[in-house]
């Protein structure tokens, strides 16, 4: 059936580091949707990648959306303790226009100062 | 403009008790789902509504019933309430007109943490 997995589960890093959370699925994906969720909060959206090797931006954060458009990546330049949390990548349920999205089991980022 | 809104936010339940937790959305969203969250398990759909008064099954409905009368609440029940329903719900809406290309976005609620006993 359809997955998405994502690498690594648990991620240590001391303030200053960088930091890259990969995420593969077994089929093709219309887009990607990357989630941020803070420890003892809900997930928030944060981006949404649609094109073939397409890379956005955001601040010390860089998404990326393979060329096959099955794999995509978060990294996280110079982690601040701001970034902990878990992040998630979601990708669309094929076939479906109802919404429905495929969690990857996330990344879960400490930092320490 | 409130969001995504749940109740009750903490639970406990002892084995066999029901309980119904409500999620209401003030943004006018056709979407609506319900997830729970374990440990080391991402998030995992149980139910999911495209709009008021249809419903249809997610990746792990078993022990669950679901409710949607009006297009802004959506309500999660459970009718006998086992140990292993023990975790995080998470309520989601999604709109269906896409205004911008790709706006599959969903909104999260801050979440309903039941324990049962």
């Known amino acids: 059936g359809q997955q998405v997995m994502q690498i690594p589960q648990y991620q240590h890093v001391q303030e200053g580091e960088d930091f890259t959370t990969y995420c593969n699925s077994s089929t093709t994906l219309s887009n990607i949707q990357w989630y941020k969720q803070r420890p003892g909060g809900h997930p928030v959206f944060l981006i949404q990648?649609?094109?073939?090797?397409e890379v956005k931006k955001q601040k010390r954060l860089t998404f990326q959306f393979g060329e096959a458009k099955k794999n995509s990546s978060l990294h996280i330049t110079a982690t601040q303790t701001t970034d902990v949390g878990t992040y998630f990548c979601?990708?669309?349920?094929?076939?479906?226009?109802?919404?429905?999205?495929?969690f990857g089991r996330g990344t879960q980022l400490t930092v320490w100062p | 403009n409130a969001g995504v809104t749940q109740t009750p936010k903490f639970r406990v339940l002892k084995t066999g008790q029901s309980m119904t937790l409500l999620c209401a959305q003030d943004m006018n969203h056709e979407y609506m789902y319900w997830y729970r969250q374990d440990p080391g398990m991402g998030l995992r759909l149980i139910h999911y509504?495209?709009?008021?008064?249809?419903?249809a099954k997610g990746e792990v409905p078993d022990g669950y019933n679901v409710s949607r009368l009006k297009k802004q609440n959506f309500l999660l029940g459970l009718e006998s309430a086992a140990p292993s329903q023990t975790s995080v719900y998470f309520c989601?809406?999604?709109?269906?007109?896409?205004?911008?290309?790709?706006?599959?976005?969903?909104?999260f609620g801050p979440g309903t943490r039941l324990t049962v006993l």
């Open positions: 979601a990708g669309p349920h094929r076939g479906s226009t109802l919404g429905r999205l495929y």
């Open positions: 989601a809406s999604r709109t269906r007109t896409a205004i911008l290309v790709y706006t599959d976005t969903q909104y």
């Open positions: 990648l649609v094109k073939s090797g």
């Open positions: 509504s495209v709009g008021e008064g249809t419903t």
